[in-house]
């Protein structure tokens, strides 16, 4: 019995999804890692970080995605979702990282580079040409807003109490002006980039071919 050149691709899309979830993942945990043996182990520090906590949720979403597809099973619109929140966000990592502050951290570049790049593409791309998730509306893009809106909050929390902000032009000494400019200026370009992956991911399909 052979199998059906669709199943097929779409097992082996699944299979390597799981396997660059599963990749980035340990890249995160090596750069925390790194910075464990450098004598600064904070776990909120680190992933207080909007590139490492959000590649990491973006990679379990993936592999979680990679896991029902390698099952056989349809992926549901909250996963959907999910997954192209991250897609957004990374998408926002990547212009902020390379357009604002290049070059900047104490990661190896190679980590650097998968992170702030190769992830992101990858992440995008995926979603805007996979055939196994179901299409979302345009009245669902807000549900992009409410996890950064929340890392936000709790960045200018900690840094009004403790001090600690994971990038410059969070400071609050730098006055509310520049705060809110900043602030809104990010969820404006997450909202833009937010509309490009619903845009990417609502193009006309072509039929699996039997």
Do not use: K
Not at 1 to 21: E, F, L
Not at 41 to 58: A, C, E, K, M
Not at 126 to 148: E, G, I, K, N, S
Request: proline share 7%; charged share 10%.
């Amino acid at each position: 019995m052979t199998s059906h050149p669709a199943g097929s691709r779409r097992r082996a899309r699944s299979v390597a999804r799981i396997v660059a979830g599963a990749a980035v993942l340990g890249v995160v945990l090596f750069a925390y890692a790194l910075r464990i043996a450098a004598g600064d182990p904070g776990f909120f520090d680190f992933f207080g970080y909007f590139t490492n906590q959000t590649s990491s949720l973006t990679a379990l979403v993936l592999i979680a995605v990679g896991a029902r597809g390698a099952a056989n099973r349809v992926v549901p619109v909250g996963l959907a979702l999910a997954w192209a929140i991250g897609a957004s966000c990374l998408i926002v990592v990547a212009i902020v990282y390379n357009g604002l502050v290049p070059g900047t951290g104490s990661a190896p570049p190679w980590v650097s580079a998968v992170l702030h790049v190769v992830f992101p593409l990858l992440a995008v791309v995926d979603f805007a040409t996979a055939p196994d998730r179901p299409r979302l509306a345009w009245r669902q893009l807000w549900w992009v807003l409410p996890y950064p809106v929340v890392w936000v909050a709790v960045v200018l929390v900690r840094g009004a109490t403790d001090g600690w902000v994971p990038y410059g032009f969070l400071l609050p000494e730098r006055g509310l002006a520049s705060l809110v400019l900043h602030v809104v200026g990010i969820l404006a370009l997450l909202l833009l980039a937010a509309a490009a992956v619903w845009a990417l991911g609502r193009r006309p399909r072509r039929a699996p071919s039997s």
